[in-house]
């Protein structure tokens, strides 16, 4: 890495702290030459292609799956912040099962997995979107999948 005011080589790091919001580091760095301060940002580049549906593939993006979780968890009672750590955890998972191709119907089962334990809501809309439900019978099967109030782990 170069400075990006003197593209000097030699530099050194004064600082590093998590950036959860980001799942990476921040260095506060420094300038041997022009000593100048500069900040960087670390993180893992998850390199998983998603096979979808139709026979494409496309890059993973955290993103799309942070946008699908809040769509399925809008009005409900999982927080941004929440629906956030869910898809960092469900990217960390993908991380460690070392998958460079993963297809739509294990990722979706994945998310509809962790939904199920947090909110039968969520769960439910984001399996309707998911599943494509052709008829209510399909919906009513969903439904029964549910854990019962006896056994509900939120």
């Known amino acids: 890495m170069k400075c990006p005011f003197c593209q000097h080589d030699g ?13 990476g580091i921040r260095r506060r760095r420094e300038c041997l030459s022009c000593l100048k301060r500069f900040t ?7 390199v998983v292609q ?3 549906r139709d026979g494409t593939y496309q890059d993973f993006q955290q993103q799309k799956l942070i946008n699908g979780l809040a769509a399925a968890c809008r009005h409900t009672r ?18 460690l099962s070392q998958v460079q ?10 998310v509809m997995q962790h939904l199920q334990n947090l909110d039968p809501i969520a769960y439910i809309r984001f399996a309707c ?17 549910l854990p019962s109030k006896d056994e509900e782990r939120f």
Do not use: C, P, W
Not at 11 to 23: F, G, H, I, Q
Not at 82 to 94: F, G, N
Not at 129 to 145: G, H, M, N
């Open 101 to 110: 191709v993963v297809d739509t119907k294990k990722l979706g089962e994945m």
């Open 40 to 46: 960087t940002f670390e993180t893992v580049d998850l």
């Open 11 to 23: 530099l050194k790091v004064t600082d590093s702290r998590d950036a959860t919001e980001m799942n």
């Open 50 to 52: 998603v096979k979808k």
């Open 129 to 145: 979107v998911y599943r494509r439900f052709k008829d209510l019978t399909e919906l009513q099967e969903a439904i029964k999948t």
């Open 78 to 95: 999982i927080s941004h912040d929440q629906v956030i750590q869910l898809a960092t955890q469900i990217t960390d998972e993908l991380m």
